[in-house]
């Protein structure tokens, strides 16, 4: 079982930054892989970006944040960070940290094992 708390959400203007952190406790000695999804009122969960726990493998991005979100890890705290800048009013969700523990890079959020409670941000324009 791992626990997974996402912390860093809240309300901003267009244009602004936030980071979203995910902590992971209990059994995350087989971590092989993190993710950020999010979830708009009205939409399925939409993949954002996905890191490996070790090495140095290219994270993953969806096309619609790629070049303003970056996805960073912090092995020794067991956390995960999602660096959100230039933020759109498209970007309000809830966003979710997801963990894996099978080999594989994934995008799809049926293929990560856990799931966090979710942070709000909100984007006004």
């Known amino acids: 079982q791992v626990l997974l708390v996402e912390s860093g959400g809240g309300l901003v203007q267009s244009g602004d930054s936030l980071r979203l952190s995910c902590a992971a406790s209990?059994?995350?000695?087989?971590?092989?892989?993190m993710g950020w999804f999010r979830q708009a009122p009205g939409k399925e969960h939409e993949f954002v970006s996905a890191?490996?726990?070790?090495?140095?493998?290219?994270?993953y991005y969806a096309d619609s944040v790629r070049g303003r979100f970056t996805i960073s890890r912090d092995n020794a705290k067991n956390t995960v960070y999602l660096q959100m800048n230039s933020l759109k009013p498209g970007d309000t969700a809830v966003y979710y940290c997801?963990?894996?523990?099978?080999?594989?890079?994934?995008?799809?959020?049926?293929?990560?094992?856990?799931w966090g409670q979710g942070t709000q941000v909100t984007v006004s324009s």
């Open positions: 997801a963990w894996r523990s099978r080999i594989g890079l994934v995008t799809s959020s049926t293929d990560y094992d856990s």
């Open positions: 209990g059994r995350t000695f087989n971590t092989y892989a």
């Open positions: 890191i490996r726990w070790t090495g140095s493998q290219t994270p």
